[in-house]
């Protein structure tokens, strides 16, 4: 429950979860005389369908609790503008868009601090180790100067990460199959493209069930590891990457992966996997590529990393639009949206 009293003048509560925190926030505002502000992230009543069934009693009540007392506040947030027309058309609620922002651990690293992390990941993981020698000077990724400063090698592989519950909403067979074809074209090719080292985080029901078919495949040029990370190494692990990809699909498409918010504040281009409202975050060819299926993520990879690390142009193109895009959407936001709605 997230909710915070604003020198009582005004309630700022947070739904989902809303019951009971709707009722209790606005009987407080009612005996208070303070506004009661909704910031939607969600339908709870739509969240509790998940675990009972559409047409459970309590879900249709709890789906009337939430209407009556959604159109009882004095103002509303939401984090989608496709959220927003769904609140106006289903419920007749005036909503102000205000988009997810990562929050402040996630950011840039100097060479330094990235080849820090690499060190620390190699004692577990000699995917990261440099394949000649095991010297602290260098790792798979970074060589360490006379000078001590850092900097990458123009040998090394692409990393990407992505980060799955490995649930049915995130089919992660999409990701193994462009893994695969990603594979035969550079055996099949001989082209210009690095190999691929692929970290996959996050625990799940079939984690161990794909686990066991990429340990059964014997590629050359794509290696992907499941890394158990420390709390504080994933953000860091994410601003070492080349590219994220996203494989999680919001069915019902009213909000947007928190974890393409997150990469996004590392400055990490995605690709994401399509669907109804991703453009609010991710824009094909602008920030990041969007995709439908494997193949159209293999070309992905292919048009990124081509003559990769030498050649960046796509890569930096994204992440300078990122940049702006954050600028844009996150930083003058709270200013901008919400300070009004508290005038
Ligand atoms: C309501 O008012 C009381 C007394 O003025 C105050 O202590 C309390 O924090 C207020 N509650 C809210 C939610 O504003
Ligand atoms: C993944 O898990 C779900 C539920 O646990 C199951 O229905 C589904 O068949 C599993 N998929 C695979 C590929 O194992
Ligand atoms: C993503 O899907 C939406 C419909 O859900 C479609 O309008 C849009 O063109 C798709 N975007 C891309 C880049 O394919």
Redesign the pocket.
């Known amino acids: 429950m997230a909710w915070r009293v604003d020198a009582s003048e005004f309630i700022l509560v947070q739904n989902p979860p809303c019951i009971p925190t709707l009722a209790v926030c606005l009987i407080m505002s009612v005996f208070n005389g303070s506004k009661l502000v909704i910031d939607w992230h969600n339908y709870g009543y739509s969240i509790l369908a998940l675990s009972l069934n559409k047409n459970h009693l309590l879900v249709k009540i709890a789906k009337r609790y939430e209407e009556i007392f959604g159109q009882l506040s004095s103002g509303n947030l939401c984090v989608t503008n496709a959220m927003k027309n769904d609140l106006k058309k289903r419920w007749h609620i005036c909503a102000e868009v205000m988009h997810d922002r990562p929050s402040a651990r996630f950011k840039q690293l100097t060479n330094e601090e990235k080849h820090q992390l690499i060190t620390k990941l190699m004692k577990t993981h000699t995917e990261f180790s440099a394949v000649s020698e095991s010297d602290e000077q260098q790792t798979r990724f970074t060589v360490v100067n006379s000078d001590d400063s850092v900097s990458f090698k123009h040998d090394r592989p692409a990393l990407i990460i992505s980060s799955t519950s490995w649930?049915?909403d995130e089919d992660f067979s999409v990701l193994l199959h462009a893994l695969q074809m990603y594979e035969d074209y550079v055996c099949g090719e001989n082209g210009d493209l690095p190999d691929l080292l692929c970290a996959i985080t996050g625990k799940g029901?079939?984690k161990s069930?794909y686990q066991k078919i990429i340990a059964s495949k014997n590629w050359k040029h794509v290696q992907v590891i499941t890394p158990w990370l420390e709390a504080e190494d994933y953000p860091k692990l994410l601003a070492c990457v080349d590219l994220g990809v996203s494989i999680k699909k919001k069915k019902k498409g009213l909000d947007l992966p928190m974890k393409v918010v997150d990469m996004f504040g590392c400055c990490l281009p995605v690709a994401a996997i399509n669907f109804s409202c991703l453009n609010e975050l991710v824009q094909e060819g602008v920030n990041g590529f969007v995709f439908e299926d494997s193949l159209e993520l293999c070309e992905q990879f292919q048009q990124a990393f081509a003559d990769f690390p030498h050649n960046q142009d796509l890569l930096n193109k994204f992440r300078s639009n990122i940049k702006q895009f954050r600028e844009r959407t996150w930083n003058n936001a709270w200013d901008e949206i919400v300070l009004p709605l508290f005038k």
Request: glycine letters at 0%.
């Open positions: 649930t049915d029901p079939n069930y």
